[in-house]
């Protein structure tokens, strides 16, 4: 980091947990609302392909999201972006509860998923802040920040929603994340600190196509950025028919399924919180990002193979466990290779990759499950991942573009 840098930054660690503490508590709302949705969007008598619109909403406003406030944080801060997104999460989630059908909620959801397309700023906040060579474990913080609102936040959701009541038995989960988010933003405007420089921020700004076409040609980045769009495409997609596959192999209802979920969330949170940083430091985010692809080609290889949940959650366990210790790495790899007046946009246009494998890989596994039969997703997702292993070890070989 430039000296200049090290001059106006907010003290690193005190940055960095107070906005961790915040982004838990937005994070805890997205956990309540997520398990909540099939039966949000059934309250409305909508049918199956309906529900899956409502899910698939949230990604493809996240899809254009990303890269718009990345670029928009880059030249006028991080801090006033946070806010105002949060804010505009704290609105959809007061809509979602008072939406007249569903089509109001499509159309909430996309906007809610373009506002919570946020987080690109928040990397981009942790790289402004955090030393190079501890950004893959301080980035993994905010994937555990994640996982364990997600652990939280379903439990949480389920106690509050009555969905006997009709569709006002789902208004009360939305108002308390809405109020989250309200808590967040509040937090954020009083107590986390900007950590941009105007100066820096306003000269140097490129078009975005830009942008686009130096990540596209990049050497680095564009091979990482084809690692989220693989794994996320595997990953999710699995994780999308996993309940099905689960419920036509061995018969398993929402609590068994659930409670898989939670180990999964269990695992990755421990992983990052851990372990991440440490593997980084000692073998190189590359050859770490190259493991975790490689754990996750192997879990989903040999699930097909299960008898039950003895085998069945561990697996999944350790193909989590692979997409923990690889995310992080990712998101610290492109912020190294990125132009510092650059870093939120790469790594919104990154995120957007991500948001866009959360469309296309349900849709292409769910097509083999139905078609090709219950185990063929398995075995699409793990040859879907192999390129990924390739694709990160060549990131090893890039030399950094952005000094220290």
């Known amino acids: 980091m430039t000296t200049e840098n090290q001059k106006t930054e907010p003290d690193s660690r005190a940055a960095l947990f107070t906005l961790l503490a915040v982004i838990f508590i937005n994070l805890l709302g997205f956990g309540i609302v997520v398990p909540l949705l099939p039966f949000y969007a059934k309250s409305f008598n909508a049918p199956a392909w309906q529900i899956a619109l409502v899910f698939s909403a949230y990604a493809i406003g996240a899809f254009f999201g990303e890269p718009f406030w990345g670029r928009l944080s880059d030249r006028i801060g991080r801090k006033p972006i946070l806010v105002s997104t949060v804010c505009g999460n704290c609105i959809c989630y007061i809509a979602m509860?008072?939406?007249?059908?569903?089509?109001?909620?499509?159309?909430?959801?996309?906007?809610?998923?373009?506002?919570?397309?946020?987080?690109?700023?928040?990397?981009?906040?942790?790289?402004?802040?955090?030393?190079?060579?501890?950004?893959?474990?301080?980035?993994?913080l905010l994937g555990a920040s994640f996982n364990i609102g997600f652990i939280v936040g379903p439990a949480l959701g389920g106690l509050l929603a009555h969905p006997e009541s009709g569709h006002v038995g789902f208004q009360t989960p939305m108002f308390v994340c809405a109020g989250l988010s309200a808590c967040s933003a509040i937090a954020m405007a009083f107590f986390v600190k900007e950590s941009r420089i105007r100066t820096q921020r306003i000269s140097n700004q490129a078009s975005r196509w830009a942008v686009l076409g130096n990540a596209l040609t990049h050497h680095t980045?564009?091979?990482?950025?084809?690692?989220?769009?693989?794994?996320?495409?595997?990953?999710?997609?699995?994780?999308?028919?996993?309940?099905?596959?689960?419920?036509?192999?061995?018969?398993?209802?929402?609590?068994?399924?659930?409670?898989?979920?939670?180990?999964?969330?269990?695992?990755?949170?421990?992983?990052?919180?851990?372990?991440?940083?440490?593997?980084?430091?000692?073998?190189?985010?590359?050859?770490?990002l190259a493991a975790g692809m490689a754990l996750t080609a192997t879990s989903l290889f040999l699930q097909p193979l299960s008898v039950g949940a003895v085998t069945t959650v561990p697996l999944l366990a350790l193909a989590a466990f692979g997409q923990s210790i690889a995310w992080p790495n990712v998101a610290a790899l492109i912020s190294r290779n990125a132009e510092m007046e650059h870093q939120g946009q790469y790594l919104g246009l990154n995120n957007a990759t991500g948001a866009l494998a959360r469309v296309v890989g349900p849709f292409f596994l769910g097509l083999g499950f139905s078609k090709l039969g219950v185990n063929a997703p398995f075995y699409m997702a793990a040859v879907i991942v192999i390129p990924a292993i390739s694709l990160a070890l060549s990131a090893r070989r890039s030399p950094v573009s952005v000094p220290e």
């Open 97 to 140: 509860a008072l939406a007249p059908n569903v089509y109001v909620a499509f159309l909430v959801r996309i906007l809610g998923g373009l506002a919570s397309g946020n987080g690109s700023v928040i990397q981009g906040y942790i790289a402004d802040v955090t030393p190079q060579d501890q950004r893959s474990g301080r980035l993994s």
């Open 221 to 288: 980045i564009a091979r990482l950025m084809g690692v989220t769009f693989l794994a996320g495409c595997a990953f999710i997609g699995v994780e999308s028919i996993f309940g099905l596959w689960t419920q036509a192999r061995f018969g398993w209802g929402p609590r068994e399924i659930g409670a898989a979920f939670a180990v999964v969330g269990v695992v990755a949170a421990t992983c990052q919180l851990v372990l991440v940083g440490r593997l980084s430091r000692r073998f190189g985010e590359a050859r770490v």
